[in-house]
C-alpha cells in the first residue's frame, strides 16, 4: 500500500512558484492571489516545447494543487512560441535498463494521470502542432482546441517506441477504435480537421493567435456558471462507467438522489429563478455522494489534501 502523501500547502500566488520548464500565469496576469482560470505554458519555445523530466516534475508539482485549491477552477494549458509540444526532448534520448521493467512508471504517463485525476477541468490551447508525447498529454483534457494550419499526430511507430501517456485507454475512447488504429499504425500527421482524428478536437481556428483567447473564453464561461463538484462528478461518471446499462443505471441514481439535496443543486435552482450568476462552494470533500469514488482504484498513490493556511510563495 503506497502511503497517503502530505498535505500540500496552498500558494499565495503561482505565479511565484519555482519551476523549470513550465510556467504558471493567473488570469489576467500579474493578480496578486490565484484566480479562478490558471494558464499553464510549457515554456521551452527554442526546443518547439519538447518533453522534458523536469517538466513532468513540474506537473506533479503543480496539478495537486490545482486538485485541492478551491480558488481555481479551471486550467488551460497551452505552449510557448509557434508550437504546442514536439513530443519528448529527442536530444535527449529514450533511456532503458536503469531499472525493473516493471517497476519503470512513464513520464509520460504520469502527467497524464495528474490531469486525469484533478477535479477541475483542463482545456488544452494547441497553439502550434503537437506529435508524439505532445499529443498523449491532452487526452485526459476536458476539451482539446487547434490551430488549422498545425500538424498533429501520434508517431509514436516511426520512431521505434509504443504508445505512452496511458493513451492506449484515451484515445480509442475519445475517437473509437477505427481511428485510433489508423493514426498509431501509420503514425502520420495530419491537420487537426482531418477526418482521422474525428471529434478528437473540440474546434480548430484558422489562426494560431486565436487559440488561447477562446480556451480562455471557454474556461471563463465554466468558471463562472459551472458547479465544480457536479462538472468532476459527471466527467467521472463517464470515465469510470462500470461498462453496462444497469451498473450505470445503479451508479447515476445514487449520485443523482443525493445531488438533489445538495447545496449546489439548491443555489443553481435559486440562481436560475433569480436571473444571476450562480455562486457555488460545494467540494468534494465535504459534498461527495456517500458511494464516492464508486470505482476500485488502482494504487497509484493516493489523492494528497490540502494543509491549513497558504505558503508565501
Same mark, same amino acid.
Given at each position: 500500500?503506497? =502511503?497517503? =502523501?502530505? =498535505? %500540500?500547502v496552498l +500558494?499565495?500566488? !503561482? *505565479?511565484?512558484? +519555482? $519551476?523549470t520548464h513550465i510556467k504558471l500565469s493567473h488570469h489576467p496576469e500579474g493578480s496578486p492571489s490565484p484566480t479562478p482560470i490558471i494558464i499553464l505554458t510549457l515554456n521551452r519555445p527554442k526546443v518547439q516545447n519538447a518533453f522534458t523530466r523536469e517538466m513532468m516534475d513540474d506537473f506533479e508539482k503543480v496539478y495537486p494543487l490545482f486538485d485541492v485549491d478551491e480558488r481555481v477552477k %479551471?486550467? %488551460?494549458?497551452?505552449?510557448?512560441? &509557434?508550437?504546442?509540444?514536439?513530443?519528448?526532448?529527442? *536530444? &535527449?534520448g529514450f533511456k532503458g535498463g536503469e531499472e525493473r521493467v516493471m517497476d519503470h512508471r512513464d513520464g509520460g504517463g504520469r502527467v497524464a494521470l495528474a490531469i486525469y485525476r484533478c477535479r477541475k477541468p483542463t482545456i488544452a490551447a494547441m497553439q502550434g502542432s503537437a506529435v508524439g508525447l505532445g499529443m498523449t498529454m491532452?487526452? =485526459?483534457?476536458?476539451?482539446?482546441i487547434a490551430y488549422e494550419g498545425g500538424k498533429y499526430g501520434f508517431v509514436f511507430a516511426r520512431r521505434g517506441v509504443t504508445m505512452e501517456s496511458s493513451s492506449s485507454f484515451f484515445l480509442p475512447?475519445?475517437?473509437? !477504435?477505427? &481511428?485510433?488504429? @489508423?493514426?498509431?499504425t501509420t503514425g502520420g500527421i495530419f491537420p487537426p480537421n482531418s477526418k482521422h482524428f474525428g471529434p478528437l478536437f473540440a474546434e480548430t481556428l484558422p489562426d494560431a493567435s486565436q487559440v488561447l483567447p477562446r480556451a $480562455?473564453? $471557454?474556461? /471563463?464561461?465554466?468558471? *463562472?456558471?459551472?458547479?465544480? #463538484?457536479?462538472? @468532476?462528478?459527471?466527467?467521472?461518471?463517464?470515465? &469510470? /462507467?462500470?461498462?453496462?446499462a444497469e451498473?450505470?443505471? #445503479?451508479?447515476?441514481?445514487?449520485? $443523482? @438522489?443525493h445531488m438533489f439535496s445538495a447545496r449546489d443543486q439548491i443555489e443553481g435552482v435559486t440562481s436560475f429563478f433569480e436571473k444571476r450568476? +450562480?455562486?457555488?462552494?460545494a467540494t468534494l470533500e465535504d459534498d461527495a455522494p456517500p458511494n464516492f469514488p464508486w470505482w476500485s482504484e488502482v494504487d497509484t498513490g493516493s489523492r494528497p489534501k490540502a494543509a491549513k493556511g497558504t505558503s508565501k510563495l
Open positions: 500500500m503506497i =502511503p497517503s =502523501p502530505a =498535505p %500540500v +500558494p499565495a500566488s !503561482y *505565479e511565484t512558484i +519555482p $519551476l %479551471v486550467i %488551460v494549458l497551452t505552449g510557448a512560441g &509557434r508550437t504546442f509540444c514536439a513530443g519528448a526532448d529527442l *536530444e &535527449r491532452t487526452l =485526459p483534457a476536458a476539451i482539446r475512447r475519445l475517437i473509437g !477504435y477505427s &481511428r485510433a488504429m @489508423y493514426l498509431v $480562455l473564453e $471557454l474556461a /471563463n464561461e465554466i468558471a *463562472e456558471n459551472v458547479s465544480g #463538484l457536479a462538472a @468532476y462528478l459527471n466527467t467521472s461518471m463517464m470515465w &469510470r /462507467n462500470p461498462g453496462t451498473g450505470a443505471h #445503479l451508479m447515476d441514481s445514487a449520485i $443523482l @438522489y450568476k +450562480p455562486n457555488f462552494k
